[in-house]
């Protein structure tokens, strides 16, 4: 299956900050497992997931010089941080922090992708729409690779750079839930 047409609702889902949505891939992309959670969530049966590429469920909203960050990160064998808005079978908007490690082999060679998503919180979701946003448009406007390297100076003006700044982010969410749940 190709990745399918989908018309954007404009509607988001809450994914829930206490369960994971979990999936695996080969080196290309392609499913190689997904848990109900993330059936539940994206809208896409089991059939219609395994051995499709992930980027189904990429929305037209995310850059695509993230995802080719994303690759150049896992490819050079470090594991993955980051908020990603995904579209469901719906066309439904929801946002993960996700976590993408590589799976070895016993000789250490990667042979896949496992990723752990949780639900992102209002507060980082408000910090990185319009960010991404900019960035989509840098991209439209120069490439993805001139607008990734743009983006990058103006956070390093921040003190960040991607990584620092989600995980900023994370730990800040994780502390307001914390501190709710007491």
Not at 99 to 118: K, L, M, T, W
Request: charged share 20%; hydrophobic share 40%.
């Amino acid at each position: 299956m190709s990745r399918p047409s989908i018309a954007i609702s404009g509607q988001l889902i809450k994914v829930p900050t206490n369960r994971f949505i979990v999936s695996k891939s080969d080196l290309n992309g392609n499913i190689t497992y997904a848990n109900r959670m993330f059936m539940e969530i994206s809208g896409y049966s089991e059939a219609e997931l395994l051995n499709n590429p992930h980027n189904i469920i990429r929305h037209p909203d995310m850059p695509k010089a993230l995802f080719a960050h994303l690759w150049k990160t896992l490819k050079a064998g470090m594991e993955f941080f980051g908020y990603v808005k995904n579209c469901s079978a719906q066309g439904h908007g929801y946002w993960v922090f996700a976590h993408i490690v590589q799976e070895r082999d016993a000789d250490d060679n990667i042979v896949g992708y496992s990723s752990f998503r949780r639900g992102a919180s209002d507060d980082a979701i408000a910090v990185l729409e319009p960010m991404y946003q900019k960035l989509l448009q840098q991209e439209r406007a120069v490439g993805p690779d001139a607008a990734w390297k743009q983006w990058e100076q103006e956070l390093a003006t921040q003190q960040h750079d991607y990584e620092s700044l989600m995980l900023a982010l994370y730990q800040k969410s994780r502390g307001q839930q914390q501190k709710a749940n007491r």
